[in-house]
């Protein structure tokens, strides 16, 4: 099975020890339960339980130390799949267990990316005591705008300098041993990133700026003194480790949707096949057997995507920087699959989804979260939509990238180098995974691409309007769901190839069902867009498409996937 289940969670691709701390961590959860869980979420506790748990089995430890400060211990390495696992498991449990180990992620990239060795051996020290991390970019007046940033390190005049200034939406602030902050020099403006502590009496917490478990925090820095020793980096290389990081760090949100919806999904199939309405079970309705079907199908996808998309993290290269377009499409792509999977349930378990006592009341709240943070959807589809003609009309060769499930750390991540350059990235041909596969609903998104790719060239064909449309986003955002979809579909199909025996033929032509759909509504939105012309419109029409039914195959995914799962899970109260 697909899916987490954590009462029979059995990894094929994890060694013994990962294993075990996946277990572990399983058995604090259930231990605790979900009264606990809900409680604590109710009177907003902050989870110092989970954080003593995790120092004791050193867990961030032994998942966020790249191998080279691990002292010769390979339990201790930055490792993207077993990360994804660990990723998965807090989030499906609750969305702030995830979060302090998430922005402990961010926190760490700047300090692992610098050239700072003193500092890496004692953050690797501070790891193994047990100590979370902190990422200081975001400003109340700024937000995430590097260039706006007002943090100020000036000179002290005997080769220190005084750091000035306040941060705010920067979680774990409260407890982070290092908190990893941006900001500029005074004498030059050169941008700068250095490392405080949040126990100094220079920093001052000033407020948590939420009303959650999590501590979000605004403080302010007040002549914190930093040394050389406190510098990560500077210039050019402190905003490519801004960036940088948060490729690394963006790419966790997709994995904590999956989480939330996986649990979810369980909580709302037991609902449902349990319920009875006007003498028949909810499960036997037709509308409900589609939207439950259909959510299956898009956290299936949301998986599979993921998955394959981190076997192009851990690939990545200089010469091969395929990952900046599938890493956003993780943040943004699955984090707003999440949503939609949310909604699905919630049209099947109705009022239950408010009840004090179901997961799902907080599944509901949290999953609207992820598709906001590090960097909004809105801004991650602008990156994308940087590699649209390179992708459709100048591919590049590239040896095949197999699964890449083997234990060792992800060094690239902390070298990525320089952050520009992105409309130059070439990828593989796309149509090698379309053409490798001969199914009803794949056979008529082929015809949607073949579609878009004509509307593309005759927008490029049209100076006017491309000039026009270029700087009208909203039709860019739309045109880039499109493409979004095609690369989209064209992972989840390599995926297949390489694990058959998790994704049949009818559960993958099941998924593309929703995609032609999919295609079908973002074709129509931008065909109603005020900027489309005629001619755009034209062809916008012939994009939408209806799936291929098939019953039988239909009711085959309805019983052997998703109605099987009505007993698979439940929590331990």
Known sequence: ????????????????????????????????????????????????????????????????????????????????HRNCEFNEITAFYALHYWYTWQVTILGLGPIW????????????????????F???LSERDHGADLYSTEMSLAPAGDGTWKANGSKYYIGNANEAALVSTFGKTTDNGEFVFFAVGSKQKWFELVQNVVNVQSYVAEFALHDYPIGESDLLSKGQDAWDSALNTVNVGKFNLGWASIGICTH?????????????????HVTDFPHIRQLMTDAYCRLVAMKVFARR??????????????????????????TTQGEEVVNLLWDVIAAKGFEKDTYFEIAARDIRALPKLEGTVHVNMALIIKFIRNYFVNPGEFPEIPSVYEPRSDDFLFAQGP???????QFHDFNKAYNSVDLPNIAVFKRQIETFKEFLIASAGDAQATASQAKDIDFLLSMGELFTLVAYGQLI?????????????????????FMVRDFSKYALQLYSKPSSTSQQMAICQRMIHKPV??????ERIWNDHVFALRDAYQMND
Do not use: C
């Open 1 to 80: 099975m697909i899916l987490l289940n954590p009462k029979n969670y059995a990894p094929k691709h994890l060694d013994d020890k990962s294993k075990e701390m996946m277990l572990r961590t399983i058995e604090f959860f259930e231990t605790r339960g979900k009264r606990r869980l809900k409680k604590d979420d109710r009177e907003r506790v902050w989870y110092a339980d989970f954080l003593a748990f995790q120092a004791k089995e050193k867990l961030f430890a032994r998942l966020l130390t790249p191998s080279q400060y691990g002292g010769g211990n390979p339990e201790y390495r930055w490792d993207t």
């Open 113 to 132: 990316m610098s050239g700072n060795e003193p500092i890496k051996h004692k953050t690797a020290a501070l790891l193994r005591d047990g100590g979370i």
């Open 134 to 136: 902190a990422f200081g």
């Open 264 to 280: 979810a999904f369980y909580e709302a199939i037991r609902h449902a096949s349990r319920r009875v309405l006007y003498g028949k």
């Open 309 to 334: 998309a981190s076997d192009y993290m851990r690939s990545a290269s200089a010469q091969d920087r395929r990952y900046l377009l599938f890493n956003p499409m993780v943040k943004m792509k699955v």
């Open 419 to 425: 952050t520009k350059g992105l409309s130059r990235i």
């Open 493 to 513: 199909i390599e995926y297949r190839n390489l694990n058959r025996d998790e994704v049949s033929d009818d559960l993958l032509d099941q998924i593309f069902d």
């Open 549 to 554: 039914v098939d019953t039988a195959r239909f």
